[in-house]
Nanobody, 115 residues
Framework: QVQLVESGGGLVQPGGSLRLSCAASGIIFSLYNMGWYRQAPGKQRELVAGITSGESTNYADSVKGRFTISRDNAKNTVYLQMNTLNSEDTAVYYC?????????WGQGTQVTVSS
């Protein structure tokens, strides 16, 4: 059974930082492309950052230079370091594990950027 468990969300002031973690189980983690998505109220879910099994990365234009995705295959964990947060980063952040035609999702973690 595939399980993705996100953690690290919370309330942060504008300009602050957070690090999200997603711990995976039930999969051969190193083979999966991993991603972080987010969904703000009234908006569609969007890709924030992705990292392939070969550790190539890609980012949404809105987060380039501020967010960094990384993975630790020994810990079956993918991270999202978020710096210089602003109110537009407020959303529920979801972890995604993708291989072939299969997608698996975590339950999401709320990130709120507010003073």
């Amino acid at each position: 059974q595939v399980q993705l468990v996100e953690s690290g969300g919370g309330l942060v002031q504008p300009g602050g930082s957070l690090r999200l973690s997603c711990a995976a189980s039930g999969i051969i983690f190193s083979l999966y492309n991993m991603g972080w998505y987010r969904q703000a109220p009234g908006k569609q879910r969007e890709l924030v950052a992705g990292i392939t099994s070969g550790e190539s990365t890609n980012y949404a234009d809105s987060v380039k230079g501020r967010f960094t995705i990384s993975r630790d295959n020994a810990k079956n964990t993918v991270y999202l370091q978020m710096n210089t947060l602003n109110s537009e980063d407020t959303a529920v952040y979801y972890c995604n594990a993708h291989i072939a035609n299969y997608d698996n999702w975590g339950q999401g973690t709320q990130v709120t950027v507010s003073s």
